[in-house]
Each structure stands twice: as C-alpha cells, then as structure tokens.
Antibody, heavy 117, light 110 residues
Framework: EVQLVESGGGLVQPGGSLRLSCAVSGFAFSSYSMNWVRQAPGKGLEWVSHISTGSNTIYYADSVKGRFTISRDNAKNSLYLQMNSLRADDTAVYYC??????????WGQGTLVTVSS | QSALTQPASVSGSPGQSITISCTGT?????????VSWYQQHPGRAPKLMIYDASNRPSGVSNRFSGSKSGNTASLTISGLQAEDEADYYC??????????FGAGTKVTVL
C-alpha cells in the first residue's frame, strides 16, 4: 500500500522556521521525483517545490523562492521542506506528492502550518 | 506562472453529464500531455481522477473521462451521482519545469 505521511506542521510566529518531513512507503521512492503542494484555508492548490530523483534538479514557486529549501534522503525514503522567514500567507495545509504526471501520482494527507503571532 | 482557468462552479442533476474546462497557454497545456485532474472533498486530500490528460487510474469510475485540445483540457463526469459533489482541480506541467494548478471548480449535484 502506498503511503505518504507528512509531519512537522504546527503554529509558528511570523519570521520563524519550520521543517516538514514526508515519510514514504509502498513505492520506489528513489525512482520518483517529488513535490510539495500547499492549500491555504478555503483556497485552491498551489505547487510549491519539486526535486528530482537524485536531487540534481530543484525548482521553487516564486512565492517561496529564497525562503524554502526542498531536500530528500533516498536511503530513508523521506522528503523534507525547510521553511524559513515564514509569513502569514504561508499558512496552509502542506501536501507531499510524488511526480505530478503519469499514474504514479501519489499524495499524502497533509500537515497544517499556521503562521501567526 | 498564472493559474489555469477553470469555471468557479458547475452543477447538474443526478444522471446528467457535466464538463469542466481548464484553459492554459502554449507554455503548459498546449505543449504537454501532463494534465491531471483531482477530486477533493472537504477536509480530505486531493484524489487523482485523470492523468496525462485522458487516462484513468485503476479504481476510478469510468464515469470520469478527460480530453485535451490545444490549450484547453476538459473533465467530463457522466451519470452524475451525489458522491461526485466536490471540488475539482486541473494541473499541468509547464515549460519552466514547474507545475501550475487551476483555481478549482465546485461541482454541485442538484
């Protein structure tokens, strides 16, 4: 069974930092590019970041560039998102997702990040 | 990268067919077949309904179908059922090697 389990969300003050993790099982993690997608309360889905299988290629949405860092550990079947300089508009449910094309398009249940003083 | 354009809402009676459009540009939908459609019920994670514009994952009802023409993709739900009431999002790969989503369409079963 495919499972993607996010963790690390919570309440953080503006300007603070948070590190999200995503533990993957049930598919060949090291063979899949991975993504983070977020959804602000009552809003639509927003792609955040992408990392290739070997971490050679990384992309970010303009809204998070310079503040967020995506990484992965293929030995641990895990994906990460380091979020710094957090702002109120970063408040969202953050989803870990595999490649966003093809049939191997898997999503986690999400973790809520709330940025508020 | 601007969001893909979807209608805010679409409605239909049980048993009817509805179609949701998703319009992009030549830099995303128009250049790639990497268009996906997701169904999302309140408080739940998105569920993949269509991948690569017209392919249905195992386990998804054949009442859901997808197509693409030019810069526009479409999702059709035939034989509309109460359980289909949800938000639907399209997404596409882009020429910038990123992804873009539509703003979402709320489907209401009358």
């Amino acid at each position: 069974e495919v499972q993607l389990v996010e963790s690390g969300g919570g309440l953080v003050q503006p300007g603070g930092s948070l590190r999200l993790s995503c533990a993957v099982s049930g598919f060949a993690f090291s063979s899949y590019s991975m993504n983070w997608v977020r959804q602000a309360p009552g809003k639509g889905l927003e792609w955040v970041s992408h990392i290739s299988t070997g971490s050679n290629t990384i992309y970010y949405a303009d809204s998070v560039k310079g503040r967020f860092t995506i990484s992965r550990d293929n030995a641990k079947n895990s994906l990460y998102l380091q979020m710094n300089s957090l702002r109120a508009d970063d408040t969202a449910v953050y989803y870990c997702a595999s490649r966003l094309y093809g049939s191997g398009n898997y999503w986690g249940q999400g973790t809520l990040v709330t940025v508020s003083s | 990268q601007s969001a893909l354009t979807q209608p805010a809402s679409v409605s239909g009676s049980p048993g009817q067919s509805i179609t949701i459009s998703c319009t992009g540009t030549s830099s995303d939908i128009g250049s790639y077949n990497y268009v996906s459609w997701y169904q999302q019920h309140p408080g739940r994670a998105p569920k993949l309904m269509i991948y690569d514009a017209s392919n249905r994952p195992s386990g998804v009802s054949n009442r859901f179908s997808g197509s693409k023409s030019g810069n526009t993709a479409s999702l059709t739900i035939s034989g509309l059922q109460a359980e289909d009431e949800a938000d639907y999002y399209c997404s596409s790969y882009t020429s910038s090697s990123t992804y873009v989503f539509g703003a979402g369409t709320k489907v209401t079963v009358l």
